[in-house]
């Protein structure tokens, strides 16, 4: 980071104020040093807003004292390592919590120390009301960097337990300027734009470990920005908070602790501002460019460069195998897919080794768990048994294929699939309770910690907890070796976003009660031994875990990263800070999402294939007369178990007595007055239907009874991701024979996906057959809806997957992310948000040379003007075209 000058401190009547090269600093004194003011030097621009009851930091107490620890250890690295409790005395928490801020202080001194080159404002505080709380406030400048620089500590009574310190706080102006915006380090993060036009009270906030990903956020307009981080390389817990105030626009860091000793945050907070300086390979103008959420990331990526994580690119890394570094592509096959072996095993055959010969794949397996997905830790023998497992690994092995499995980290299932009587169809709360439960996660109140999941369909999990040796060792020895053994050679710790898992209060771990560092040196544990047995199996192992940390980018071969899921605007902003130590990939691609491809493509994501169960031509519909079964379902078909929370208890089956043609019907079932069936097929737009085309849904129908509605809905999935109806095919009246029904409708420009939902609720028997779909000409006559031999979205595939193995490697592989380049093109909407038709990024790869690489996604030629290197050049692209420009 560059040295700033005119470091100065002066000690005004009414203020303290604080300047390097970049920014001014007021601490009132009125205010008890809450910050009143904070200008960028270059533009002028204020950011700090009026306001009626500033602070600068809370404190959140409860009253008891909570068992102690030693402090935790770390290695010559800086990570920290798990403590063991020391001698404790019994808590006498009684759960009433309060919190006091720094106005409330009865007395404050303010004064200024330092030298030439360094500035300190010394804050002083005391008298919080009868209780004997003391804080001590720091801030800094140095003509080392550009930064303001925070620290604080705090003493307090024995019969007060601390829980949380928020500090520093500062209110933005908002509206900043006339286009504002802010972005946090999230996993699923992005730009949100316009946060002053957020309702009072939005808060936006994100914690480590957990989904913050890198420890920054920033707000900004086109003039300039602020920035503010947390320069902690041990890993306290902490999250950073953006409110929308009446007064602005809060920024706070809060601390989670739980201790009755006394506090010293032993790292910086820091602050700067931005602006958008002249950036290589922009072509040259005066003045600033615009500022964008890059520049803040690049002041914080200098700190982080200098951190243990970042200690190695991923190109230097002697822990990574050889495959892994070539540049694979990645390919997801659901429980469907395993009950049926041999479609792997002809989809890998006739489908990927047919147009990617060389490129080394891996094979991701979801629904592997032995009673259902993502039902937990009763693995084993593996879905749908362990001999097939192992021959399918064994013969993908021989096709360049890597296993790659999702066991879901530290959750246990106590219950999975409520019944209507009360019951579950899976019930491990025995189990549990006589093998578990000590080592589980325990609440404040001393009770192990449960919750409902969505994905368990009215179930609830427990949470082991890592701080406790046995489940470490729990979850190497019995989850991820017996994984390795079957052939499994990718493991990513599912479920533990960013490491993260629930704080734990139990005496009896080896760990401190609360919230402490001992959750970052647990994780730390975890996947330094996960990573040592499993390597001792299986040499070219990798490990992953769900969502980005940068603290173990070090520690893990491949991330799992969902930014495409962002509700925000989309910013890959852990790939730009992190891509040349870490390669990602988007773990929940969409067929014919070409825009999403676009996006991942050009910000160095590893290719993700969705596969498609029939190869080559044939019927829109997939397995459209109900004859192909594999394991519990109908080929191409899936049951809707669950919406909004609702349990959907429905039942279908394959019917080979009552059928209109063929060998079989699909026959759905409904018992109780509450059961709702849904039986679902998407179609890719492209994948035998085009937007604007008038198509004809038909079906064969009968039914037994039928009390209440059910019919074969049609909606489809538009470009801003919101679906819309297109018609239906009502099912006909109780006992009614084989009747064919039908529906005609106009596929929208803007669609993406087409749904057909066979949906019936309530008391009900009734068979559908023969669905088909017909393209309506303008003169009335029709004609079948074909697929294509390939993939609709195969050209954008085929382009990427190339690129990553071959030339684009050194890039999108291996290279560090650039400020991308100006490039003025047309614009698309992706999710009711606007963006280039074009994409594109810029690259620097290992050895110093530099590319662009842009994709169209769009459905048109587009043109385009990019000013790169000093020069402005032109150039088109044809629809699904992707170009690497050097």
């Given at each position: 980071m560059a040295r700033a000058a005119e470091v100065s401190g002066v000690d005004e009547p009414n203020r303290l104020v604080l300047r390097n090269g970049r920014v001014t600093l007021a601490l009132g004194k009125a205010e008890k040093g809450a910050v009143v003011s904070l200008v960028d030097n270059a533009t002028g621009v204020e950011f700090i807003a009026p306001q009626a009851a500033p602070r600068l930091f809370s404190l959140t107490f409860s009253v008891g004292n909570p068992p102690q620890a030693d402090a935790v250890p770390h290695a010559a690295d800086g990570a920290p390592q798990r403590a063991l409790p020391t001698e404790t005395r019994k808590s006498e928490a009684t759960g009433q919590r309060f919190t006091v801020f720094s106005r409330d202080a009865s007395s404050v001194r303010i004064r200024l120390d330092g030298s030439a080159r360094r500035s300190v404002a010394l804050l002083e505080y005391e008298g919080f009301g009868e209780r004997d709380i003391r804080v001590s406030c720091t801030a800094s400048v140095s003509d080392a960097d550009s930064l303001v620089r925070w620290r604080l500590s705090v003493v307090f009574p024995d019969a007060l337990v601390l829980e949380e310190v928020g500090f520093p706080f500062c209110v933005v102006r908002s509206p900043l300027g006339a286009d504002d915006a802010a972005v946090i380090g999230l996993t699923k993060g992005g730009v949100m734009r316009k946060p002053s036009d957020w309702k009072v009270g939005t808060r936006v906030s994100g914690g480590q470990p957990g989904n913050l990903a890198a420890q920054f956020a920033c707000c900004y307009d086109p003039r300039v920005g602020l920035v503010t981080a947390a320069f902690d390389g041990k890993g306290y817990p902490k999250r950073i908070e953006l409110l929308r105030s009446p007064e602005g626009l809060e920024l706070a860091w809060k601390t989670p602790c739980f201790t009755s000793d006394p506090l010293t945050l032993d790292f910086d907070f820091v602050q700067t501002t931005f602006t958008g300086e002249e950036k290589p390979g922009f072509s040259k103008k005066p003045g600033f460019l615009d500022a964008d959420w890059r520049d803040a990331a690049d002041i914080y990526k200098a700190w982080a460069l200098t951190q243990h994580w970042c200690r190695r690119t991923y190109a230097r890394r002697s822990d990574i195998p050889l495959w892994m570094k070539s540049g694979p592509a990645m390919v997801r096959f659901s429980r469907q897919w395993l009950a049926n072996p041999k479609l792997i095993e002809r989809w890998l055959t006739e489908y990927w080794r047919k147009h990617f010969p060389d490129t080394p794949l891996i094979t991701a397996y979801w629904g592997w768990e032995k009673v259902a997905t993502w039902v937990t830790p009763d693995y084993f023998p593996v879905y749908p048994s362990d001999e097939q497992f192992k021959a399918l690994v064994a013969m993908s092995r021989k096709l360049g294929c890597r296993a790659f499995l999702w066991p879901s980290g530290y959750h246990w299932t106590l219950t999975y699939r409520k019944q209507a009587d009360g019951s579950f169809l899976w019930d491990d709360r025995k189990r549990f309770d006589e093998l578990a439960a000590p080592h589980a996660v325990y609440d404040r109140k001393g009770q192990v910690w449960r919750a409902e999941r969505s994905w368990l369909s009215g179930g609830e999990t427990s949470c082991m907890c890592p701080g406790d040796p046995w489940t470490l060792d729990w979850w190497t020895r019995e989850i991820a070796l017996p994984i390795v053994k079957r052939g499994g050679e990718v493991i990513q710790v599912d479920q533990v976003v960013g490491g993260t898992f629930p704080a734990c209060y139990s005496r009896e771990h080896a760990h401190a009660p609360g919230p402490g560092q001992w959750m970052t040196a647990a994780f730390t544990d975890q996947l330094q031994s996960l990573l040592e047995e499993c390597q001792k199996v299986e040499r070219d192992f990798v490990l992953g875990f769900e969502e980005p940390n940068e603290r173990f980018n070090h520690l893990v071969g491949i991330q799992d990263y969902r930014d495409l899921e962002s509700p925000y605007e989309l910013a890959s902003v852990f790939n730009y800070l992190y891509h040349e130590f870490l390669p990602t990939f988007q773990s929940n691609p969409h067929a014919g999402d070409k825009f999403g491809m676009a996006y991942c493509l050009v910000n160095g994501q590893i290719p993700h294939t969705v596969p498609s169960m029939v190869m080559g031509g044939g019927p829109a519909i997939l397995n459209n007369d109900f004859e192909e079964w594999t394991g519990d379902a109908f080929l191409g078909w899936a049951q809707v178990a669950a919406y909004q929370g609702v349990v959907w208890n429905g039942k279908f089956y394959r019917d080979e007595q009552e059928k209109h043609d063929g060998k079989a019907s699909l026959r759905l079932e409904n018992v109780a007055e509450s059961d709702i069936v849904q039986v679902s097929q998407n179609v890719a737009v492209g994948a035998g239907i085009a937007v604007g085309?008038?198509?004809?849904?038909?079906?064969?129908?009968?039914?037994?009874?039928?009390?209440?509605?059910?019919?074969?809905?049609?909606?489809?999935?538009?470009?801003?991701?919101?679906?819309?109806?297109?018609?239906?095919?009502?099912?006909?009246?109780?006992?009614?024979?084989?009747?064919?029904?039908?529906?005609?409708?106009?596929?929208?420009?803007?669609?993406?996906?087409?749904?057909?939902?066979?949906?019936?609720?309530?008391?009900?028997?009734?068979?559908?057959?023969?669905?088909?779909?017909?393209?309506?000409?303008?003169?009335?006559?029709?004609?079948?809806?074909?697929?294509?031999?390939?993939?609709?979205?195969?050209?954008?595939?085929?382009?990427?997957?190339?690129?990553?193995?071959?030339?684009?490697?050194?890039?999108?592989?291996?290279?560090?992310?650039?400020?991308?380049?100006?490039?003025?093109?047309?614009?698309?909407?992706?999710?009711?948000?606007?963006?280039?038709?074009?994409?594109?990024?810029?690259?620097?790869?290992?050895?110093?040379?530099?590319?662009?690489?842009?994709?169209?996604?769009?459905?048109?030629?587009?043109?385009?003007?990019?000013?790169?290197?000093?020069?402005?050049?032109?150039?088109?692209?044809?629809?699904?075209?992707?170009?690497?420009?050097?």
């Open positions: 085309k008038r198509y004809r849904l038909s079906a064969w129908l009968k039914t037994d009874r039928l009390a209440r509605k059910g019919a074969v809905n049609l909606g489809c999935q538009k470009a801003d991701g919101k679906w819309a109806g297109l018609g239906h095919v009502p099912m006909p009246p109780a006992s009614s024979d084989w009747t064919r029904g039908s529906a005609e409708f106009t596929m929208p420009d803007d669609a993406t996906l087409l749904r057909l939902m066979i949906h019936v609720e309530g008391p009900a028997k009734v068979w559908v057959d023969d669905v088909s779909l017909e393209e309506v000409r303008p003169d009335g006559s029709a004609t079948p809806a074909l697929r294509p031999d390939t993939p609709p979205d195969h050209k954008l595939m085929k382009q990427w997957v190339d690129l990553f193995h071959g030339e684009g490697r050194p890039y999108l592989l291996l290279g560090r992310l650039l400020h991308p380049p100006k490039l003025e093109t047309a614009t698309t909407t992706y999710k009711g948000k606007t963006y280039p038709a074009i994409l594109h990024n810029a690259y620097r790869a290992p050895d110093g040379s530099e590319a662009v690489i842009a994709a169209n996604p769009t459905l048109r030629k587009q043109s385009a003007r990019l000013n790169w290197k000093g020069k402005e050049m032109t150039f088109e692209l044809e629809s699904e075209e992707v170009r690497l420009i050097r």
